[in-house]
């Protein structure tokens, strides 16, 4: 069973910085795209960061240049740096990610989500 767990969340002031971490685990063979994606109240789910196993990012417009996505492939981990947080940004955050397992085939899995608030 593989499991998605996101961390790092909490309050922080406009114009703040917080750093989200996903780390999977389970009886993993290999991990594909690993993504954020963040759902704001009363809106739909967005696209935030994406990464390849080559490290490859893509980013939504609207974190361009403040967000910065990485990845540990031995820790089987990924990373959102989020600087200069705006109050726009307040969401519960998601990591996402096809994963293999030893014998199975490449199968979807979302994290629980973690929550970022920025306010003063």
């Known amino acids: 069973q593989v499991q998605l767990v996101e961390s790092g969340g909490g309050l922080v002031q406009p114009g703040g910085s917080l750093r989200l971490s996903c780390a999977a685990s389970?009886?993993?063979?290999?991990?594909?795209?690993m993504r954020w994606h963040r759902r704001a109240p009363g809106k739909q789910r967005e696209a935030v960061a994406s990464?390849?196993?080559?490290?490859?990012?893509d980013y939504a417009d609207s974190v361009k240049g403040r967000f910065t996505i990485s990845r540990d492939n031995a820790k089987n981990t990924t990373y959102l740096q989020m600087n200069s947080l705006k109050p726009e940004d307040t969401a519960v955050y998601y990591c996402?990610?096809?994963?293999?397992?030893?014998?199975?085939?490449?199968?979807?899995?979302w994290g629980q989500g973690t929550q970022v608030t920025v306010s003063s």
């Open positions: 996402n990610s096809v994963i293999k397992t030893v014998g199975e085939p490449p199968r979807n899995y």
């Open positions: 389970g009886n993993i063979f290999s991990i594909f795209t």
């Open positions: 990464i390849t196993t080559g490290g490859i990012t």
